[in-house]
C-alpha cells in the first residue's frame, strides 16, 4: 500500500490549488496533461535531511567544489580517503522519501507520470515506489572501477574500507573504485541521456522539482521539452536558470507544493483527457 503522507489529524490538501499561489489558475490546462514528464533535482530531497548542492543549506556553503571533480578524484588520493570516510559514516544512507516523492508515486499510478528524469543519486524515488527512473548522475548504491567499469553492491566496497583499505582498488584490474555517480567533469552515460531527451519530446508537461536546472547536459532535458511544444512547470525554492522559459513557476517547499499539486491535478480525474494532438 502507499504510505500516506499526511499525518493523523491534520488536514489533506486542497483539491482546488488555493493554497499555492498560481495553482488554481493553472489548473484548466495541467488537468488536460496526459503525459507528465517529472525532472528531479537536490532540493526534492532536502526534506528528507540530505543538503543539496545551491540551496541556502547547501554543500557549495562548506566545501570547495573543486573537490568534487573527477580530476580532483583521480589525482588526489586525499579527495578519495576523504569521500570513502563520508561513505562509510553513511549519514545519508536510512533517508526516507519524503512527500514530495510520494506524491510523484501517486501521479505516475495515476498514469499521468510513467517515466521520472532524476539528477539525484540517492534511490528516494525508487524508495518511494516509483519506477521507470532515469538516473542522469548515477546511483550511490553501487561502487564501479573507473578502468574496467565492473559494477559492485556498495557494501561490498564499504567492506573494503571497514577492513582498512582507505583507498580501495579494482581487484580485477587495479583501477580506481569509485561510487556510480557522475561527478563534475564526467561524462554522463550516452543511452540514459538519450532516454532523457527521448521523453522530452514525448510529453506535454515537464515538471521540474527542486532544480537550479543549471547542471548541464542535464538542463537540455526541460529545454528540449519547452522546445518541443511541452508546458514547462517549475516546483522550486528559489529562482532557476530556466524561469524564463516557464508556463508556471510554483515557489514554495517541494512536499506541500507537490502534495497540493498532485491532489489538485488529480481532482480532475484521469478519464477522458485529451487524446489529440498536443497544444
Ligand atoms: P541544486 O543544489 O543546484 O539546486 C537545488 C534547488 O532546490 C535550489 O534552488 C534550492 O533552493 C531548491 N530547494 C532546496 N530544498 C528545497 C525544497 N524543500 N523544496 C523546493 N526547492 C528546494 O540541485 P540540482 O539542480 O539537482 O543540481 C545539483 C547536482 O548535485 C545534481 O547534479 C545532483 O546530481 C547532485 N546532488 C544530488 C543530491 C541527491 O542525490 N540528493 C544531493 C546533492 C547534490
Ligand atoms: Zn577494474
New binding site residues.
Given amino acids: 500500500m502507499e504510505p500516506s503522507s499526511t499525518e493523523a489529524g491534520t488536514p489533506g490538501p486542497g483539491l482546488d490549488g488555493a493554497h499555492v499561489p498560481g495553482l488554481a489558475e493553472a489548473l484548466p490546462w495541467l488537468r488536460l496533461a496526459r503525459h507528465i514528464l517529472v525532472f528531479t533535482?537536490?532540493?526534492?530531497?532536502?526534506?528528507s535531511g540530505?543538503?543539496?548542492?545551491?540551496?541556502?543549506n547547501?554543500?557549495w556553503k562548506t566545501t570547495d567544489p573543486q573537490r568534487y571533480t573527477i580530476q580532483s578524484y583521480v589525482s588526489d588520493q586525499s579527495v578519495r580517503v576523504e569521500r570513502w570516510r563520508a561513505r562509510l559514516e553513511g549519514r545519508f544512507s536510512d533517508a526516507q522519501p519524503n512527500a514530495?516523492h510520494l506524491a510523484v508515486t501517486r501521479l505516475q499510478r495515476a498514469g499521468l507520470a510513467p517515466v521520472v528524469v532524476t539528477?539525484?543519486?540517492?534511490g528516494?524515488h525508487q524508495k518511494a515506489g516509483t519506477v521507470n527512473v532515469i538516473e542522469l548522475?548515477g546511483t550511490?548504491s553501487e561502487a564501479m572501477c573507473l578502468d574496467c567499469a565492473r559494477r559492485m553492491p556498495m557494501e561490498v566496497a564499504l567492506d573494503r574500507v571497514r577492513e582498512g583499505d582507505e583507498d580501495p582498488h579494482c581487484e580485477l584490474c587495479g583501477g580506481l573504485l569509485k561510487t556510480a555517480t557522475?561527478s563534475f567533469g564526467q561524462p554522463l552515460v550516452a543511452a540514459d541521456m538519450d532516454r532523457g531527451i527521448d521523453e522530452a519530446r514525448r510529453c506535454d508537461v515537464c515538471l521540474t522539482?527542486?532544480?537550479?536546472?543549471?547542471?548541464w547536459p542535464?538542463a537540455a532535458v526541460p529545454v528540449e521539452a519547452a522546445r518541443h511544444g511541452a508546458r514547462l512547470v517549475i516546483?522550486?525554492?528559489?529562482?532557476?536558470d530556466l524561469d524564463g522559459m516557464a508556463n508556471l513557476i510554483l515557489s514554495?517547499?517541494?512536499?506541500m507544493?507537490m502534495t497540493e499539486l498532485v491532489a489538485a491535478i488529480l481532482a480532475g480525474g484521469t478519464q477522458g483527457r485529451i487524446q489529440g494532438p498536443r497544444w
Avoid at 50 to 56: A, K, L, N, V
Avoid at 209 to 215: D, K, R
Wanted: no cysteine; net charge negative; proline share 5%.
Fill in positions: 533535482g537536490a532540493g526534492i530531497s532536502t526534506e540530505i543538503p543539496d548542492f545551491r540551496g541556502p547547501g554543500v514530495a539528477q539525484n543519486i540517492d528516494l548522475h550511490s557522475i522539482v527542486g532544480s537550479t536546472l543549471s547542471v542535464a516546483v522550486n525554492e528559489g529562482v532557476t514554495g517547499r517541494a512536499g507544493v
